[in-house]
């Protein structure tokens, strides 16, 4: 009889691994693992590199796969030397037919050198298998200086500490968004004594002990068919002396077969916090790997014992992370690309399966803040990079602390969350805007009530509308947090602040519309094109005001304008999809695969027509989001898990319009996609054991709530407190293929917006 699937039986890695740019896939890792072990097939730059399905050959496996950091890539190989020429060279053909990818764990045959590779890891060490179908002159060969993804090597040392042992570190060289070197440090163990070799300018050099600068080194071995030879490499962002700890603690043995066990083990234990019944094959693999996304990207850079990097200041620091009465660490660091657009995805999915996650994050940051004098959007390798626009920050922490994920300083951090709301803080800076706080346009905002187009300044992102609309969403959440606080002064200046986004509505048009310096209006206006826009154009961003929905639909002119306008949209975008190209967000009406879009199809709830919602939100899923295949499956920038946790609450049916920032935060309904869902809560931050949803007469057809209850009591209202999900809870959906359009649909059960506040 056949065991039953678990949750990382069903993940597929391969999935939409044909498009994706160089963290997106992930194989040998663990759930947010400082090492993320893998083959990259492609090098050139952050969107041109890493593992691409449909290229034929295998450069090299590298174990840093991160936002702006990238590492010590790995090949054996076999026959004459060739790493002096270069990974057009020495790179090997390969086959799927023969690949096995899993998470935790990636094998395949380098077919020019018959040699069999298999990849595995523990957190922050990656281990490697090989196995030879031929004997001869065997070259492990490690590419120090190459670029492997986003950012080139600016140098690079190694030194044998033993026979079958070297040190080192490579060093990611500045780039536009990461303004400091980084250095990665690395132990490397093999389980058999090797000879140093290494190359540089073209030379050969044999028999070396150490290496710097240029070029790289190779293991060498001479080898008989049959055998294995086996390596272990650690990483840490702090000393070797430190990478060795790590390996010591994490893997101080060679059983590869049981790190394979443990990692498969982790990622059930992590993936099985959620589990669903019912639903098709291909659900169920959409559903795990989304998941396996949210779960991955974000990886952790301090050492098992708590030291990490500290890059916000002049000169690298390390520093120590407090330890609890056992000594362990009482939280780990993490690198991260932005938080914009978060809200809508790992905000909401993390704060309700993972909040130890969230608790991470949120000490992560005020430790920068600490250091560095700013609350961070988006750190890499302990640097600041100030990615994309506003203090998406805010909503991290108000989130957390409003669901009662409360184990940070929550003085220190609403301290910093001012100062990244006034001029001089995130507010001020555009998207990598290191050295100057103009292009933030801060205090236009704060003294028009709007950010201008045509501010000067050395930055991406400069797009007064998008920047106004975001600016005004996170004053809301500041405001939200600083009531909670008991703040009033505090919290009446930014619920003001809230409201301008009613600055760049211009009625005579009925768009949100860009202004200039001046106060004009942007002409002409069209409201298809990107100008003043992040990433988006003025359809995507008339909906901008995820914290004021009530009030919106009072400025576009009531519920059923609103309703109208915003279906005739989404039926318009359904033509493409409801997505558009990479980098041309701007060519659909909306565009499901970017940040700025994600939220749209459920705002029919807050105007009292749920049942649009859930329609909508069952076609979006189809057209774009279902895909199994290495070649769709995310249907745009699957940024660090922000599509795959968006797909993920999508599929449950839970959402947050304003991004769970409100003093009494919920979640909007629409119809899941799985017959039973089980939530396991963290009983170290919620009371409750699960939270379940049943639903009955699940189908494709019945995408229709007719009703609802809530531990069997009826539910008449399209959403549900997170206090009731966090006490555990059962929600139970009956479901049908005619919408019900009086349930949820009273004015008074209407989702809280600002100007109507949950009771």
Known sequence: MTAPKRPADWVNPLIDTANRRFFFFSSACRPFGMVNLSPDTLQNGAWGSGYRYTEPYVLWFSHVHAWQLAGIPVLPTLGEFQGHLGSKVYRSSFSHDDEIVKPGY????????????????????????????????????????????????????????????????????????????????????????????????????????????????????????????????????????????????????????????????????WLGRIEVEGGTDAQKTKFYTDLFHALKGRRRISDVNGKYSDMTG??????????????????????????????WNI???????????????????????????????????????????????????????????????????????????????????????????????????????????????????LQGAAQTLEYAFCDWALAELASTLGDTETAERYYARAKNYQNLYNSATGFMQPRMLDGSWLEPFDPMSPEGWGEGNGWQYLWHVPHDVAGLISLMGGRDRFIERLNDMLEKAAEKNFIAPHAEHHLNYVDYGNQPSLYIAHLFTYAGAPWLTQSWVRRIMAACKSDITPFGGYSGDEDQGQMGALNVLMALGLFNVSGGSNQAPFYELSSPIFDKITLHLDERYYKGKTFVVETINNSSDNVYIQSASLNGKPLDRAWISHEAL??????????????????????????????????
């Open 106 to 269: 990636h094998a395949l045959t380098l077919a020019d050198y018959g040699i069999r590779a298999e990849l595995t890891a523990t957190d922050r060490v990656g281990m490697h298998r090989y196995t030879f179908t031929q004997g001869g002159d065997a070259h492990i060969l490690l590419d120090l200086s190459a670029e492997v993804g986003p950012s080139t090597m600016s140098d690079f040392f190694v030194e044998q500490t033993g026979p079958a042992e070297l040190g080192g570190f490579v060093e990611n060289a500045p780039t536009r968004r990461r303004p400091k070197a980084t250095r990665i440090c690395f132990v490397l163990q093999a389980d058999q004594p090797f000879t140093l070799n290494a190359w540089q300018d073209n030379e050969l050099l044999t028999k070396v002990t150490k290496h710097q600068h240029k070029g790289g080194v190779s293991l060498a071995y001479q080898v008989a068919a049959g055998d294995t030879i086996q390596l272990k490499i650690a990483l840490s962002y702090c000393t070797t002396d430190q990478a060795r700890l790590n390996l010591e603690t994490e893997l101080p043995h060679w059983d590869f077969a049981r790190v394979r066990l443990e990692a498969t083990d982790a990622w059930n234990n």
């Open 314 to 343: 002049p000169e690298q620091v390390i520093r120590q992370i407090p330890l609890d009465e056992l000594g362990k660490p009482l939280y780990e660091h993490h690198n991260s690309d932005a938080f914009w657009g978060a809200q």
């Open 347 to 461: 905000n909401l999915l993390w704060s309700l399966a993972y909040p130890d996650i969230v608790h991470n994050f949120c000490h992560t940051f005020l430790d920068m803040y600490k250091s560095g004098g700013l609350i961070p959007r988006g750190p890499s390798g302990g640097n600041y990079t100030f990615v994309m626009t506003s203090p998406s920050s805010t909503h991290l922490f108000t989130g957390a602390y409003q669901k009662g994920i409360r184990s940070f300083d929550i003085k220190t951090a609403f301290q910093g969350l001012i100062k990244n709301h006034e001029p001089g803080g995130l507010i001020s800076k555009a998207g990598y805007e290191h050295d100057t706080c103009i292009g933030g346009g801060a205090e236009h905002y704060i003294e028009k009530g709007f950010v201008p187009l045509g501010i000067k300044a050395e930055a991406f992102h």
């Open 726 to 759: 966090s006490q555990g809870a059962t929600l139970r959906l009956v479901l049908g293929n005619e919408p019900n359009k009086t349930w949820g649909s009273s004015p008074d059960k209407f989702p809280p917006s600002m100007q109507k506040r949950a009771s």
